[in-house]
């Protein structure tokens, strides 16, 4: 568990501000026709005229399979780790998931969100609006002091009284100096996770990654990418978070929002 610095929180947050106005001007892109392709060269090219590097691109090369891209595209059963290649496009009534890491002066911040696609269906726009919202609910049980299960049973609660289920494999995680970094934080309650008591200093990434269906995952065949195991909807909102002492500051909140 890291504790920063308060030189290693002004740098997190002046690159936490940085990578949410990449965020938000890269929305502007995701129309039907456009690319995912496309907009991952956009993002990358946002990221260095930021004076930051992309987290997630050569992410995990030790293991051999190193990830190719900038950002993640994630498209309606994809949860996370959608790889942006030629062949994938934006269609009216898709809702697409966009997570985006930047290391910005030696420290790394992370976020997604997830669009609609033009037209969408209501029960895709209920996903993605209780998805958001699950994230809200956590973050009002966090501060110096509490216990982490506090968030983690907030957003399970709020996700399923909703009828969607959380994810269990995937977690979020520490971040700063790395980009994942520990406490791991589970979305649903689960005593096999330490239960730590939060400390003012601390930079998380927090990302619930919500399913229409079942909260089982299958991983595809290129290693990365996860997809709802009985093929509905998913999605996918993530922010990373700083405790304080007298509450939490969201690092990566753009002006839009």
Known sequence: MSIKSQDEIQRMREGGHRLAEIMEEI??????????????????????ANGGKPSFKNYGSAAGNPYPATICVSFNSEIVHGIPTENKFFKDGDIVSIDIGMEYQGLHTDMARTF???????AAQ???SVTEQSFWEGLGKMGEGKRLSAYSKAVQEYVEK?????????????????????????NYYNRKYDDIVLHSGMTLALEPMVNQGTFETVLGKDGWVFVTRDGKLSAHYENTILIKKDGVEVLTVYPME
């Not at 609609?116 to 209501?122: E, L, N």
């Open 162 to 186: 909703n009828g969607f289920s959380v994810v269990r494999n995937l977690v979020g995680h520490g971040v700063g100096k790395n980009l994942h970094e520990d406490p791991s934080v589970p």
């Open 116 to 122: 609609k696609i033009g037209k969408v269906s209501d």
């Open 27 to 48: 929305s502007r892109s995701i129309k039907p026709g456009g690319s995912a392709m496309d907009l991952d060269k956009l993002a990358e090219r946002l990221v260095f």
């Open 126 to 128: 209920k996903l993605i």
